[in-house]
């Protein structure tokens, strides 16, 4: 499961949204747009439901197979199958073995489908910035004047600078920092945050943080609007300028050279020079901080830009990053449907099969391995015992399933952004996605499913068969909505949800070891997932979405 979602705002943002009654939910068409309200979990579906008829199949899925691909998976061998790595690509090689020995085959000929990634080194000698104001060029120096972001490129520009307030276009909230302001060919200096962000009555959604704050989205909207550059500040009047670069550079270590900055997924955004820049830079342009702030202040007061050209001024600025390609590879298997029409159609079974590695430098007699077994080997193994059931099933179902285990989802949901981005089946093919992201622990019966308040209409087909199950959902507590590769899919409208047991003492621990995890309890929950799986394309039916 992925650790570094789980401080993104818009986790809060789910946890407040009110919930929908989800008795007597009618099936109905798919609808990314739905309603305006999210629907309840947990205890609203009060009609007892009868047991269904226990498929044969399920017999398939024991604990036995489950502790034999969790044994394999999180072995000491594997090395917690960090991404990219030998061992994570052992771990594919042994998912698409299982795969090809269930007579399951690929997506269009496609087994395993590359995830693009990379490392950067910043060249500190090949980094320039100086400014050139009335004739007079000043050189400002990396780390004492401005530092690099990783979202920049290894570009050298000389261009006129603009200045741009916050740097947002936002005609959702009725502002915009670019309007009648070129900055084709130019650079942009844009402050972080956004207007009103301590004020509980703000436009932009009172004190919560919205996209429009990101640094990549203010990247993103000045290259959209032909800027040659970004320069970012610390916005004066609610931050402190803690040191003289105006940042406290010890949180922006890791961006700078010797080392690689992590790797990372290619994004495949176009991109210009984008630095942040301190202090001297800011009294070079304004004479004071206190300017800034007065400015800063009339623009949060009025909410109406102050955006404008500095005169005579022109910046020359070079952030000298070297790529280094990498890739690892998505595992995807293909089970075709009966019906003429519905086969078309997909139900994703899906989880990541990739950890966190091993310690590079242990202490004397400390275990160095992250083995995983619960997080996430055990969500693997159930992938593949679903898939299993499915290959034993005497009747083929209407839909198609598509299996798919995931690379990258430690580093932030490489894998599986990578394959929303470039799907092998499209995406309103897509009818639900049921993710498995650690399946093992907590208690015989326990269960937390995430994600039914945005899926009525999947909520109350997962709360009958979890009934049936003998295992109990409990309410989400700690919203993990955001947090594994269901994620990517409900962003791009297909309803989705997170089946897990639960966080526990030995997350991202050396202690989440093939001896720590429940086989048995993983094979139920695997069932589960396999009926509901097996109900959803079986069924002519199309499951409503709910947004945020």
């Known amino acids: 499961m992925n650790q570094l979602a789980c401080c993104l705002k818009r986790v809060v943002l789910l946890l407040f949204l009110p919930l929908l009654l989800l008795t007597g939910t ?31 199949e399920l017999e398939q899925i024991t604990p036995e197979l489950m502790a034999r691909h969790i044994g394999f998976l999180a072995s000491d061998s594997m090395k917690g199958r960090n991404t990219p790595s030998p061992e994570l690509d052992q771990a594919a090689e042994y998912i698409a073995a299982e795969f090809s020995s269930l007579g399951i085959g690929p997506v269009g000929g496609v087994r395993f489908q590359e995830v693009p990634l990379h490392t950067k080194s910043l060249d500190q000698q090949g980094c320039l ?27 050298l520009v000389q261009a006129p600078l603009v200045f741009a307030g916050y740097g947002i276009t936002a005609p959702e909230y009725g502002y915009d920092d670019y309007r009648d302001l070129d900055v084709k060919g130019k650079i942009v200096l844009v402050m972080k945050h956004e207007p009103g962000e301590k004020d509980s009555l703000s436009r932009f959604d009172g004190v919560k943080e919205t996209r ?43 961006f700078l050279p010797s080392d690689n900055i992590p790797v990372e997924l290619n994004h495949g955004m176009d991109l210009i020079p984008f630095v942040q820049v301190g202090e001297p830079v800011l009294k070079a342009l304004f004479g004071s901080v206190d300017s800034l702030r007065n400015l800063q202040r009339r623009i949060d ?35 075709e449907g009966r019906h003429p029409r519905l086969k078309q159609e997909v139900v994703v079974v899906g989880a990541h099969y990739d950890h966190v590695g091993f310690l590079k ?12 077994a619960d997080d996430n080997a055990s969500g693997t193994a159930g992938v593949l015992a679903i898939a299993r059931a499915f290959a034993a099933a005497k009747k083929k179902p209407a839909r198609s399933i ?46 937390q499913i995430s994600g039914l308040r945005f899926n009525p209409d999947l909520a109350q087909i997962l709360l009958e ?66 009926r509901v799986a097996r109900r959803i394309a079986g069924d002519d039916l199309y499951l409503k979405t709910v947004r945020p």
């Open 26 to 56: 009618p099936l109905s068409a798919q609808n990314p747009s739905g309603a305006a309200n999210p629907a309840p979990i947990g205890k609203a579906l009060k009609k007892k439901v009868s047991a269904r008829k226990v498929p044969r």
């Open 129 to 155: 910035f100086t400014m050139t104001r009335d004739g007079e060029t000043r050189d400002f120096k990396l780390r004492t004047d401005y530092t690099p972001f990783d979202l920049t490129a290894d570009t």
């Open 212 to 254: 429009h704050s990101l640094m990549a989205t203010k990247m993103e909207n000045a290259r959209n609007h032909g800027a040659a550059g970004l320069l970012l500040v610390t916005d004066p009047l609610n931050h402190l300028l803690l040191t003289p670069q105006g940042y406290p550079w010890p949180g922006l270590s890791k």
């Open 301 to 335: 007061a009025t909410l109406t830009p102050a955006s404008f050209t500095f005169p005579d001024t022109e910046v020359r600025l070079r952030t000298a990053m070297t790529f280094n390609p990498l890739t690892a590879r998505n595992v995807v298997g293909l089970i």
């Open 361 to 372: 430098k242990p202490k004397a007699g400390e275990d160095p391995i992250f083995n995983g």
């Open 402 to 447: 598509l299996f798919i285990l995931f690379a990258g989802e430690e580093l932030g949901l490489y894998g599986s952004k990578h394959y929303c981005d470039h799907p092998l089946i499209p995406l309103d093919k897509s009818v639900v996605m049921l993710n498995l992201d650690m399946i093992s622990r907590n208690g015989s019966d326990t269960l």
């Open 465 to 530: 068969e979890t009934e049936n199950s003998g295992l109990q959902n409990f309410p989400e507590g700690e919203d993990l909505f955001s947090r594994s590769d269901h994620y990517n899919f409900f962003r791009k409208g297909v309803s989705g949800v997170n089946i897990t047991t639960g966080l526990h003492g030995d997350y991202h621990k050396v202690s989440d070891d093939p001896a720590s995890v429940d086989s048995g309890k993983a094979a139920r929950v695997a069932a589960l997932v396999y």
